[in-house]
């Protein structure tokens, strides 16, 4: 691997701890619908997918009906318990604030969740990059747009970048981008198995936690 220039870090679920709270939420809204799953089932059917996306296939499947205002309810609870409970996956405010190596946000988010998680976390501050956002193209991962996007933007090689991700969502689009991958298994919402579907996605090294990463990032970058 040449020696890398820039780093892409996905956003929820790789530096802030936020998937599992979303999982939360979803699962207790939609109980007195009278849907019932539970959260492992949740994490490992749905990850790194839109919310948009998982609620139109529930309503294939399951033939859920849900009230005209869900979609606004549900956002506003993300808001209170993102205020309230958002984390970061645990040793990678650390790793993330040490990192000279410029790094941009690469993430299916809008740029203001991005910079809201990051302001909550405080680790905005440490961001030396960019926020690219599902906002920049038309669609969103698994395509590779908006890592060939956010390729163009920083102006560089796919050799000369290194992707961190969690969700096959997310790896798989690195991937078709040309992109080197590093699955991360550090959040909560990552069940056994997890890192077998990063594999089969396409994730070129898995890594347990931040220290694993960290670990990982010395064998390849500009000191």
Not at 53 to 67: A, F, M, S
Not at 114 to 120: H, I, M, Q, S, T
Request: hydrophobic share 40%; aromatic share 6%; with cysteine.
């Amino acid at each position: 691997m040449a020696t890398i220039k820039h780093l892409l870090f996905d956003n929820d679920g790789t530096i802030v701890d936020s998937e599992i709270i979303a999982v939360r939420i979803i699962l207790r809204m939609l109980a007195p619908l009278g849907f019932q799953m539970q959260e492992e089932e949740y994490c490992q059917r749905f990850p790194g997918l839109l919310t948009r996306d998982i609620l139109v296939i529930l309503k294939d499947e399951y033939g859920l009906r849900l009230p005209d205002n869900f979609i606004h309810t549900l956002h506003t609870e993300h808001e209170r318990l993102f205020d309230s409970e958002l984390r970061v996956v645990p040793g990678m405010h650390g790793l993330f604030r040490k990192l000279k190596t410029p790094k941009s946000m690469v993430s299916n988010g809008s740029v203001r969740h991005v910079e809201k998680c990051l302001r909550r976390v405080r680790l905005y501050n440490a961001l030396n990059g960019r926020i690219f956002s599902a906002e920049h193209v038309e669609r969103p991962k698994p395509f590779s747009d908006l890592y060939t996007y956010a390729l163009e933007q920083i102006q560089h090689t796919p050799s000369e970048v290194l992707v961190i991700e969690d969700s096959p969502t997310g790896v798989i689009a690195a991937k078709e981008a040309g992109l080197t991958v590093i699955g991360l298994l550090g959040a909560s919402h990552i069940y056994p198995g997890h890192g077998k579907k990063l594999k089969q996605a396409g994730a070129d090294i898995l890594v347990q936690n931040a220290g694993e990463l960290a670990a990982e990032l010395r064998k390849h970058l500009v000191q």
